[in-house]
């Protein structure tokens, strides 16, 4: 039974309402720090915790917030990117819908320990009724005297603002977050300089996701050390993973990072095992844009050890053999998918959330998408596999944001590991047609023209 730091209360009646979430223990965090804490010392015990940023990079969080810049006179902010828009990934999405408390409690004591007066919470646009929950949230905690002015009569004024976003995946990525934040078009900057030194309204700001600001809550009080004995290695702690796919329980699930993919995945505890007794095929571990690993290279890494889900052993191998740990949307596909078509469905997305500022990205997504419906259609050729190779390595690194990256990613594993589906798919054109006109199997109304 792995333990629950974050989801403990998921299960108490109304854990959602101030007064339930209070009796259970919480805001104690915020009197600790506050009361008897100062700004540095909340940073050194998040440095000893080993907390990593939970939103996809696992960059080490005590150090990103060691890095903000504090001029004299000039405000600074806390801003918490909800924007969760990877496909795969809802694990924010649950925490802010039934815990909401717990965001709020956490961004209380970062705000200290930031100096943020004003701190802010850019949620996701679809996410709408998740604003509600939040508003009412924020007001409960205002009543109470969490916020506001001289907070716990400390003297520490914060204010929480929850700002929606329109619908853009790109907007999650940091830079185009602030840009958004400011009321731009959520198109991400170039870096240097990082938000920390000039983020939003040019302002020193750090930007942590949901999950990770929800940790601070049982780092402050448990003590960094206490969580730091959570987990293996530099991935310490729980870590909130959103299952779904051809699995038979899929949900949100808090997991402490010594488990074995294949117990995530067979256990009753967690994945329950795939789906009407099928063949697991393959897994995307950590939302959309990380590389897919074959059951084989998902179990047990290339040197024969148990694949374990951290950020460690995920990534064991590299691209070559292995994957990430990423945002944590863990996608299950069973012996019936099709790596093509799975791999087009990402590449669409892609396209369709790219900024287009830079023209590897916005060129090389759109030519991947279209080369990627031709062999799934049964128009491709064996050079196209090569071509759709040859324009991910030319997308990869030469971006101003990752999300270059994320398009690139999916599409190279695909090819490096299930070639051999894409050469069946050009060899048969006849099948691939068949297939796709097949009642309800992969049909996608929006390309049946197209086939014809
Ligand atoms: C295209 C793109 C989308 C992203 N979407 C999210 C997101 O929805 N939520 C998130 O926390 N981080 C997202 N990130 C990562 C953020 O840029 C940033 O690294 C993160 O919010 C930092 O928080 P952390 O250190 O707590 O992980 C995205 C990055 C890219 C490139
Ligand atoms: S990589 Fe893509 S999404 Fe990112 S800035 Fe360039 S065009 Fe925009």
């Known amino acids: 039974m792995s333990r629950k730091l974050l989801l403990e209360k ?12 209070r009796r259970e223990g919480g805001y104690r965090s915020v009197e600790k720090a506050l009361k008897s804490m ?10 000893k915790s080993g907390l990593r940023g939970r ?79 939040l508003q009412q949230a924020i007001q409960e905690a205002k009543n109470n005297g969490f916020l506001g002015k001289n907070i716990l009569g400390t003297g520490f004024d914060c204010e929480i603002y929850v700002h929606r976003g329109a619908g ?29 030194i000039e983020g939003v309204w040019k302002r020193p700001t750090v930007v942590n996701n949901v999950e990770t600001i929800a940790a601070l809550v049982p780092i402050i009080n448990d003590g960094g050390d206490e969580y730091a004995k959570i987990g293996i290695g530099k991935s310490t702690g729980t870590k909130l993973i959103s299952a779904c796919g051809n699995i038979n329980k899929p949900g949100v699930y808090e997991i402490d990072m010594t488990i074995s993919v294949e117990e995530f995945i067979y256990s009753d505890e967690w994945c329950g095992g ?78 369709h959330e790219s900024c287009g500022q830079c023209s590897p990205c916005r060129e090389g997504t759109g030519w991947m998408e279209k080369i990627l419906l031709n062999i799934e259609n049964g128009k491709g050729k064996i050079s196209d596999i090569d071509l759709l190779w040859d324009i991910q390595r030319k997308i990869e690194g030469n971006t101003i944001c990752p999300l270059g990256d994320a398009a690139a990613w999916p599409v190279a594993a695909a090819i490096r590991h299930f070639r051999e589906e894409f050469e069946w798919h050009v060899n048969n054109p006849i099948e691939c047609l068949t297939r796709n006109f097949g009642v309800g199997h992969y049909a996608d109304p929006i390309h049946i023209p197209e086939l014809v």
């Open 10 to 21: 998921e299960h108490v009646e109304n854990i959602r309402l101030y007064d339930v979430y």
């Open 38 to 47: 100062s700004p540095e010392t909340i940073v050194e015990e998040v440095k």
């Open 55 to 133: 939103g996809g990079a696992g960059f080490p969080a005590g150090l990103k917030w060691s890095f903000i810049a504090k001029p004299e006179g000039v405000p600074r902010h806390l801003v918490v990117n909800a924007d969760e828009s990877e496909p795969g990934t809802f694990k924010d999405r649950y925490l802010m819908e039934f815990i909401p408390h717990i965001l709020i409690e956490g961004m209380i004591v970062t705000s200290f320990a930031l100096g943020s007066n004003v701190s802010y919470i850019y949620i996701r646009g679809e996410y709408a009724w998740i604003v509600d929950i």
């Open 168 to 196: 853009a995946y790109i907007c999650g990525e940091e830079t185009a977050l602030i840009e958004s934040l400011e009321g731009k078009r959520g198109n991400p900057r170039i870096k240097p300089p990082f938000p920390a």
């Open 274 to 351: 795939i789906k009407n007794g099928k063949k697991l095929k393959a897994c995307i571990p950590g939302g959309s844009s990380v590389p897919i690993l074959p059951a084989n290279l998902l179990l047990t890494t290339a040197k024969g050890e148990k694949r374990l889900m951290n950020y460690e052993s995920l990534a064991d191998g590299g691209f070559a053999t292995g994957s990430m740990m990423g945002s944590g949307g863990f996608i299950v596909l069973d012996e019936d998918q099709c790596i093509v078509r799975n791999t087009y469905s990402l590449a669409r997305f892609y396209r």
